[in-house]
Nanobody
Framework: VQLVESGGGLVPAGGSLRLSCAASGRPFILYAMGWFRQAPGKEREFVAAITWSGASKDYADSVKGRFTIYRDNDKNTLYLQMNSLKPEDTAVYFC???????????????????WGQGTQVTVSS
């Protein structure tokens, strides 16, 4: 399984970015997917997750109302639309795939078996 993130960059506070995660190597449609982030000196933290069908989504409190997770199963791609970005959103963002199929979303990193290499998001004040 390979996950490749893209779309990171440098934006001013209040700006927007859309991250993408292209999946290959197994039936993407069957697995819940998540976004996590890690800032320098901090632990990896949950950002958002979505079920295999896209019917259920979950967000960290810190991003609710600003970020939207969605997926295109025809394109095997996961997205994270980030609006109203804040300097505290600065981090490396990782996408991850659940280790088992057709499960509910979870914020626990240990439940995800596959990870991308990450993409840097920097929000300037």
């Amino acid at each position: 399984v390979q996950l490749v993130e893209s779309g990171g960059g440098l934006v001013p506070a209040g700006g927007s970015l859309r991250l993408s995660c292209a999946a290959s190597g197994r039936p993407f449609i069957l697995y819940a997917m998540g976004w996590f982030r890690q800032a320098p000196g901090k632990e990896r933290e949950f950002v958002a997750a979505i079920t295999w069908s896209g019917a259920s989504k979950d967000y960290a409190d810190s991003v609710k109302g600003r970020f939207t997770i969605y997926r295109d199963n025809d394109k095997n791609t996961l997205y994270l639309q980030m609006n109203s970005l804040k300097p505290e959103d600065t981090a490396v963002y990782f996408c991850a795939a659940d280790r088992s199929p057709t499960r509910a979303t979870t914020p626990q990193p240990d439940e995800y078996g596959y990870w991308g290499q990450g993409t840097q998001v920097t929000v300037s004040s």
